[in-house]
T-cell receptor, first 112, second 112 residues
Framework: ETGVTQSPTHLIKTRGQQVTLRCSSQ?????VSWYQQALGQGPQFIFQ???????GRGNFPPRFSGLQFPNYSSELNVNALELDDSALYLC???????????FGPGTRLTVL | QQQVKQSPQSLIVQKGGISIINCAYE??????FPWYQQFPGKGPALLIA?????SEKKEGRFTISFNKSAKQFSLHIMDSQPGDSATYFC???????????FGKGTRLSVIA
């Protein structure tokens, strides 16, 4: 176990709705990254937060947004859900200046 | 543009055999190369990682071979076991708290 937890485990939404996913990082880790993993693909970087500020973003539209809290936990928000948003959403945390990222178990989002 | 290319897409190996998965990268600024193992319904788990200043790293039955001039690296699983059956991802990142870029994954099946 990595110490990174995510909730909920599974989620079913309909197109156009909004969703919030949550992540609790490993103790002492101040950097959190979110990845989207479509079925049969490798994880794709969405964005990263360091000390409550976004400091990197992948090729995802603005309807994907996030937050990091003072305890380093994080949220991923997706507005106006589309069918292609169906995927496993992974949160990863790491300590300052450390390359190794530790992943949580993910949240499986299904958009109908 | 796929920055990390992984092959093969799937692999079947006899129990006790050697599993070999290859990756090639394009960006010479990459300087950290981890391998992750992912079981169905779980998040990726770090297996082993290497930096370009060494050509090989071994941890138990897992070995990374790294060829900087060819921009290639590979994972060797010695004495493969049915419990090794999973999807394996290579990844790469640059210095400075940057995100991971993943390959598309290799589904390994170890048969008795």
């Amino acid at each position: 176990e990595t110490g990174v937890t995510q909730s909920p485990t599974h989620l079913i939404k309909t197109r156009g709705q909004q969703v919030t996913l949550r992540c609790s990082s490993q103790s002492g880790h101040n950097t959190v990254s979110w990845y989207q993993q479509a079925l049969g693909q490798g994880p794709q970087f969405i964005f990263q937060y360091y000390r409550e500020e976004e400091n990197g973003r992948g090729n995802f539209p603005p309807r994907f947004s996030g937050l990091q809290f003072p305890n380093y936990s994080s949220e991923l928000n997706v507005n106006a859900l589309e069918l292609d948003d169906s995927a496993l959403y992974l949160c990863a945390s790491r300590g300052q200046g450390i390359d190794t990222q530790y992943f949580g178990p993910g949240t499986r989002l299904t958009v109908l | 543009q796929q920055q990390v290319k992984q092959s093969p897409q799937s692999l079947i190996v006899q129990k006790g055999g050697i599993s070999i998965i290859n990756c090639a990268y394009e960006n010479t600024a990459f300087d950290y190369f981890p391998w992750y193992q992912q079981f169905p319904g779980k998040g990726p788990a770090l297996l082993i990682a290497i930096r370009p200043d060494v050509s090989e790293k071994k941890e138990g039955r897992f070995t990374i071979s790294f060829n900087k001039s060819a921009k290639q690296f590979s994972l060797h699983i010695m004495d493969s076991q049915p419990g090794d059956s999973a999807t394996y991802f290579c990844a790469a990142s640059m210095q400075g708290n940057t995100p991971l870029v993943f390959g598309k994954g290799t589904r390994l099946s170890v048969i008795a």
